[in-house]
């Protein structure tokens, strides 16, 4: 649900009346020295298959038998475990759902709930990779990404006439280009030499180094080698550090400049007039539907529909391709409520009849080259969805609350007579997508970063001051002076706007994220500050019993950091380490004895 108003938002106390001056205020976006990007600690000790399930949860390839249809033929590494339900999504979702024929070699990307909490040996080693990755690119903690190579060719010595069989790579990794990438390598090699080609191409990516952002990875597979850069949330939004080569690369095959961003321009080029009201509806967590001729212009079109809102994340459900037979079918079909908060990527022409009571429908044809001006489309009332084979555009009844932006709209119609390349068009749309959302954040950011108490307030001997409580009514009165009118040309309801945005999943997401990291912050800061004191000269003026119980508060609060991640100062821990060794050595013998112990998990 999301956070409407004060009353909503748990654990929140008001602060001191005496803060109250701005600029002294702690900035939640501070950042501390020390743990930077791409710093990696040295390995732990990794067993077998411990660098391979950094990566991938395993690979499946998936046959399709004339008796059983689809079936899972091959797990790898063959220990992996999937239970019969995520097989049974994995069998459905790796195969084409439409009528388009789908000849040769398809690629697409599929999403779906994780059946059971899985413990990972590499929980918390993973964890640390994970603090400094934006959160667009983020494992998905309970849902997989199904990567997916289909092959289907004519082979009269098949009883059904044809060869069909998908290679699915499955990750907790929202890494799509970058997979893509991959399955491009082994794909046609497991095709022609089989099995034996799977576990050579496993073991070489066991062999890989862990996915750490901000560093330069190279990594063999194939007897070819990539070269990638994983992001982290140091990067300046809209800036892509490319890979360079150098000349010391000279068995690097392939240097990808992104390891996960779709095109923007191509996947919207069909219903580009209306870019901004999608943007809108996405950044609402509308219900959406996107009906495609193929599961790849689904996938891509739905994934480019949830990066358009970046840096913010999309925190509702999204499938990139969806069929009948998911088991979530009922659920997001069902006429007796309103449609849920996803966006759904669908290929069968079964869906527009299933799904025409759904508020907002986009249809697209072929994605082919985008050659030629596209036609204005107006956006279509639902009832015009009649038949099954409406023409391609944009079903709502939606109005938007800003006015449309016509500059972009002929930038990008002047590229295409141009034929400027298709990349600085996707740069263009996916500029103008970053200054529209970073408009539209700041004012929260900033208002939320007034949230934070003063660092004067902060006191070693007392706990950490609390966050203000987020007022919506408060909020609103600070958008007359430092709305997004500072940064946006754009004019319209910006308040409407925002008001229908409090109430969506992404802005629950986008302040429980906030508030987490402010009150780390805190909760450092407050680490730091006891580190500056003189601890022993302070037990002094207290009993055993008091010196014992700080001891124990201070071990519970050093473990909390670790565990937490906290962003402290380089150096903080040890020192606060040395603090509590110093006060146990001057305790008698039979206290440093039971405080030395380990404490009980």
């Not at 999608?278 to 790849?296: D, K, N, T, Y």
């Not at 907002?360 to 099954?388: C, F, S, Y």
């Not at 124990?552 to 609060?557: E, F, R, T, V």
């Amino acid at each position: 649900m999301a956070l409407q108003g004060t009353e909503e938002i748990e654990e929140q106390i008001e602060e001191p009346e005496d803060i109250q001056d701005q600029d002294a205020r702690i900035s939640p976006a501070e950042e501390m020295p020390g743990d930077g990007p791409g710093e990696e600690e040295s390995d732990p000790l990794l067993l077998p298959w411990d660098r391979f399930s950094a990566w991938l949860h395993c690979i499946c390839v998936v046959g399709f038998d004339l008796e059983l249809g689809q079936a899972v033929e091959v797990i790898y590494p063959h220990h992996s475990k999937l239970t019969e339900k995520e097989k049974t999504s994995i069998c459905y979702l790796s195969f084409p759902d439409s009528n388009s024929g789908c000849l040769g070699d398809t690629q697409f990307c599929f999403r779906f709930r994780q059946a059971s909490v899985r413990k990972s040996s590499l929980g918390c080693f993973l964890d640390h990779f994970d603090r400094d990755a934006p959160v667009c690119l983020k494992r998905d903690q309970g849902h997989f990404y199904g990567y997916v190579y289909f092959r289907q060719v004519r082979d009269k010595s098949l009883k059904r006439g044809y060869f069909q069989k998908s290679l699915v790579l499955i990750s907790k990794l929202p890494y799509v280009t970058f997979f893509h990438s991959l399955l491009k390598l082994i794909a046609p090699e497991y095709f022609e030499k089989q099995e034996p080609c799977l576990e050579a191409a496993c073991n070489d990516i066991d062999r890989w180094p862990t996915p750490c952002p901000g560093k330069i990875l190279t990594l063999p597979i194939m007897g070819v080698v990539m070269k990638v850069r994983i992001p982290t949330c140091y990067d300046k939004p809209g800036t892509s550090q490319l890979v360079q080569s150098t000349p010391s690369d000279t068995l690097v095959s392939i240097v990808l400049p992104t390891i996960h961003e779709v095109d923007l321009f191509r996947c919207f080029y069909p219903v580009f007039f209306h870019i901004q009201m999608l943007w809108e509806l996405v950044l609402l967590g509308e219900a959406l539907v996107v009906m495609a001729p193929s599961p790849a212009e689904s996938s891509d079109t739905v994934l480019a529909l949830v990066s358009c809102i970046s840096p913010l994340r999309y925190c509702s459900d999204f499938r990139p391709y969806f069929t009948i037979h998911d088991s979530e079918f009922k659920e997001y079909t069902t006429r007796t409520q309103a449609p849920p908060s996803v966006i759904l990527g669908v290929t069968n022409p079964f869906f527009a009849k299933t799904l025409q009571h759904w508020p907002h429908i986009i249809r697209i044809g072929d994605m082919k080259q985008a050659g030629e001006v596209a036609k204005q489309m107006k956006v279509k009332k639902l009832k015009n969805l009649k038949t099954l084979d409406s023409k391609p555009g944009v079903y709502s009844a939606y109005k938007p609350f800003l006015n449309r932006d016509d500059d972009i709209i002929k930038q990008l119609q002047k590229g295409v007579q141009q034929k400027r390349p298709s990349a600085a068009q996707n740069a263009i749309l996916r500029r103008y997508f970053l200054e529209l959302t970073q408009s539209f954040i700041i004012p929260l950011e900033r208002y939320v970063a007034s949230l934070m108490p003063l660092q004067k307030s902060i006191s070693p001997w007392k706990s950490p001051p609390q966050l203000r409580p987020f007022s919506q009514e408060e909020f609103m009165k600070t958008l007359e002076k430092a709305g997004p009118q500072l940064t946006s040309r754009l004019k319209g309801d910006w308040i409407g706007l925002y008001r229908q945005f409090l109430k969506s999943p992404n802005f629950d997401g986008w302040f429980r994220n906030r508030r987490r990291e402010m009150m780390q912050k805190l909760e450092a800061l407050h680490l730091e500050a006891l580190c500056e004191e003189d601890l022993k000269l302070h037990i002094q003026k207290h009993t055993e019993v008091e010196t014992v119980d700080l001891v124990l508060k201070l071990k519970d609060k050093l473990s909390q950091a670790e565990r937490e991640q906290l962003p402290v100062r380089t150096g903080t821990l040890a020192k606060l380490q040395a603090h509590i060794e110093a006060i146990i050595l001057s305790l008698p013998e039979d206290l440093q004895g039971i405080l030395h112990k380990p404490s009980s998990p």
